[in-house]
């Protein structure tokens, strides 16, 4: 007896990895008929990059609040500092007998400014590493990123 059933259409496979962490990838797969519509696989696609960039920016959130602390801790560290060398540049200045207005000169100079500058520089990043958090934990929690990627 001859089946009358006709043999399914082959299938169109797609694979897709991921790095969630430095050590940790995933890889997505996904079929469509061979003779779906291009909106279908894009569709799909839309579908499989939401997913893996959220966990994705599961993998990250971790990492950035360990960066964010160990930031604010360095920061707090540096700004001590600071007022340390700022307190022994005018304590030398007064030891020393000199007359005058206290001011920085040649490397006290040099050594505040550098300190002042890596300051900045800190409070930068810890804005940055703080933006990347939020947006990693929106993402993480379902957050729709697709309008982020275009």
Do not use: H
């Given at each position: 007896?001859p ?12 694979s897709?990895?991921?790095?969630l962490t430095?050590?940790?990838?995933v ?22 990059m ?18 964010l602390?160990r ?5 707090e560290?540096?700004?001590?500092q ?38 900045s ?30």
């Amino acid at each position: 007896m001859p089946d009358d059933k006709e043999a399914p259409a082959p299938a169109l496979g797609f694979s897709i990895e991921a790095k969630l962490t430095q050590n940790r990838t995933v890889t997505a797969q996904f079929f469509v008929e061979r003779d779906c519509e291009k909106t279908e696989i894009d569709a799909q696609l839309d579908k499989v990059m939401s997913a893996l960039e959220r966990q994705e920016a599961k993998g990250l959130v971790k990492g950035l609040k360990i960066t964010l602390e160990r930031d604010k801790k360095t920061l707090e560290i540096q700004v001590e500092q600071l007022g340390t060398l700022k307190a022994s540049y005018e304590n030398e200045w007064k030891s020393t007998g000199r007359r005058g207005e206290y001011r920085l000169a040649g490397q006290q100079l040099t050594n505040v400014n550098n300190v002042t500058t890596s300051i900045s520089g800190l409070k930068d990043r810890i804005s940055q590493v703080e933006r990347d958090l939020k947006e990693c934990e929106a993402m993480a929690n379902g957050a729709d990123s697709s309008a982020d990627r275009n």
